[in-house]
């Protein structure tokens, strides 16, 4: 259930509202956004009493909400949120484009394409530090090597830096080196693991899992906003379908139906989408045109050599190349690259 203010209201108006709501048995999130106030009930809203509550001097009108996810929901945060990345936004009129290899493979690679896509107008570097891949006799990263090599990268290119978090027993790391936790498709419900990064203050990169519903993620996103960290990113990264011939399935449709039912800033990845480097370029187009805040592209410096996904992998050039073109697109849809 969620009350909504009448412009003008004031402030004991509000402390009535609230504590009326608060005696029905919720807690009660305020949400002042450019122009409207809400309060939201978060609880069990049963002994909340809609008709009474609509009759308080300064309250418009009462919704009730049917959606499982709070704080994540529209209904009760009415603006975009905007989340800061170091010193760059994720969300608002700025497209952000988050660009870097797969995973970190040397001193000499990730400082050679940090560089690069820094040059070419990327926002923020993103690379592997740990990587779960599907066979254990694949490279599974550098670990605490990787993570040392990007905050190297970071300092040497001014980017803040993405990274995926695999454990809760890496966090501390994290904390300390990484401006971006990632929370990759295969941990989407790892809920556990969840509930650890809603305590942290660092933004959460949070991936679609493989065959997960809008709802299911954005449950996941409100796992993390419930335990106290309301600095969520959701990034849409293809889902599995019959479909073989690409990687995964890009749902551009999904960006549309996040944004109209949360305020939290959506970023795609067309590279993991795809996993063909030559369908990169167009499907970040069709994502910046469909809305989407920002992209997550894959950019090696050597993809035929590349120790992790190659094959999805543009070179520093292309990325540059691909970076003048979505700019006039940008433009075109309102954002600025």
Request: hydrophobic share 40%.
């Amino acid at each position: 259930m969620v009350v909504i203010m009448k412009h003008g209201f004031t402030p004991e108006q509000l402390d009535q509202a609230v504590q009326a709501m608060e005696a029905g048995g919720v807690r009660v999130m305020v949400s002042k956004g450019s122009e409207t106030t809400i309060l939201g009930a978060e609880g069990d809203a049963g002994g909340l009493n809609q008709e009474t509550l609509a009759q308080l001097p300064g309250v418009e009108r009462v919704m009730q909400v049917s959606e499982p996810y709070k704080k994540a929901n529209r209904k009760y945060h009415p603006d975009d949120s905007v989340i800061d990345i170091g010193g760059v936004s994720i969300g608002g009129k700025k497209l952000a484009v988050i660009a870097g290899p797969c995973s970190v493979e040397s001193e000499e690679q990730i400082l050679e394409v940090a560089q690069s896509v820094r040059q070419s107008g990327a926002a923020a570097l993103r690379g592997g530090a740990y990587k779960p891949r599907t066979s254990p006799y694949a490279f599974q990263g550098k670990g605490v090597e990787g993570v040392l090599l990007l905050d190297e990268a970071r300092k040497a290119a001014g980017l803040p830096i993405v990274s995926e978090l695999m454990s809760a027993d890496q966090l501390p790391l994290f904390e300390e080196a990484v401006d971006v936790i990632q929370i990759g498709a295969r941990n989407m419900q790892n809920f556990d693991l969840l509930k650890k990064v809603g305590r942290t203050n660092k933004p959460i990169l949070l991936k679609r899992g493989l065959s997960s519903t809008i709802e299911e993620w954005l449950m996941s996103a409100e796992y993390i906003m419930a335990g106290g960290n309301p600095n969520v990113i959701l990034c849409e990264r293809g889902i599995r379908t019959f479909e073989t011939y690409t990687r995964n399935t890009l749902d551009l449709s999904a960006v549309l139906a996040v944004k109209r039912q949360s305020h939290l800033p959506v970023v795609v990845d067309p590279s993991h989408a795809c996993g063909k480097a030559w369908m990169v370029e167009r499907m970040a187009m069709a994502a910046v045109a469909a809305g989407a805040d920002g992209l997550i592209i894959e950019v090696h410096n050597n993809p035929s050599r590349a120790l992790c996904d190659g094959a999805q992998s543009v070179t520093p050039d292309e990325f540059g190349a691909m970076m003048d073109k979505l700019r006039p697109l940008a433009a075109c849809v309102g954002r600025e690259l």
